[in-house]
């Protein structure tokens, strides 16, 4: 259906021919596909839930794969701006050029930014009350190797200063992610893993969303010291 090349190899947005399921595929690795998609929703849901603000919530999320977290989070009247960072230009073209059924991201609240999540993250301060990350099938199912520092504590002390006080990061994992769990826990607070039954075809499984929220109120702990977390 399309295909680009890009750093990270080849981009594939096919219809599979055994189902007729739409799906996406980055560096040879499956990334999704839309047949399920509740727990990407389900990403978003859990995030807008745990956060407190009740109206003029903004968002960023990384990344915009076949878009359904995002259309969760357009569903919601409290969300009034959402920044998607999408690493591969040719998927955000593919669906501004209507490759993607539904795609939003010609809703007005949408801004696009298109490059590594991180850059964005490690530009902003106090900028979000939600972040979603789902760039990969979580830490221990990378889509590239680039992403391994996204689960590691410098990310997510950035992703703790990105966010408002009181703003939520949510972390989408098809496994339990015992480390980014530790290193959440010891950054932010009210942290929670949610265990999301899933069937693929006759088997049945669990996928996960991690959330963490940044206190409302500064706390003192040693890491707070540092001003900034730069990118290592
Ligand atoms: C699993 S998909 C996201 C699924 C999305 N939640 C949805 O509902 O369709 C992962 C997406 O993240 C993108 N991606 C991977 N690494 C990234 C990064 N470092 N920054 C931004 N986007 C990234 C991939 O190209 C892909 O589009």
Redesign the pocket.
């Given at each position: 259906m399309a295909n680009a090349f890009s750093d990270r190899g080849e981009v594939v947005l096919r219809r599979r021919g055994r189902d007729g399921a739409l799906e996406?595929r980055?560096n040879g690795v499956f990334?999704?596909d839309d047949r399920h998609?509740s727990t990407?929703r389900d990403?978003a849901r859990l995030a807008l839930g745990a956060c407190r603000a009740r109206s003029g919530v903004r968002v960023l999320v990384?990344?915009?794969?076949?878009?359904?977290?995002?259309d969760e989070l357009l569903g919601c009247p409290r969300t009034a701006a959402v920044t998607v960072?999408?690493?591969?230009p040719a998927?955000v073209q593919w669906h501004r050029d209507g490759l993607v059924p539904g795609s939003r991201l010609a809703d007005p609240r949408v801004t696009v930014a298109v490059g590594?999540?991180?850059a964005v993250v490690y530009a902003a301060r106090g900028a979000w009350d939600v972040i979603l990350l789902?760039?990969?099938n979580g830490p221990d199912f990378l889509?590239?190797d680039?992403?391994a520092a996204?689960y590691r504590r410098p990310f997510l002390h950035a992703c703790h200063d990105a966010l408002r006080p009181g703003g939520v990061l949510a972390v989408?994992s098809c496994s339990p992610a015992p480390d980014l769990a530790e290193a959440l826990e010891a950054i932010f607070e009210d942290c929670k893993r949610h265990s999301l039954a899933v069937t693929l075809g006759s088997r049945d499984t669990a996928y996960f969303v991690l959330l963490a929220r940044r206190p409302a109120q500064r706390r003192s702990a040693p890491w707070q010291g540092r001003r900034t977390h730069e990118p290592p």
């Open positions: 996406l980055v990334v999704m998609t990407e990403l990384g990344g915009l794969g076949l878009g359904h977290s995002l960072a999408e690493i591969e998927l590594d999540v991180a789902d760039v990969d889509v590239h680039g992403n996204i989408w």
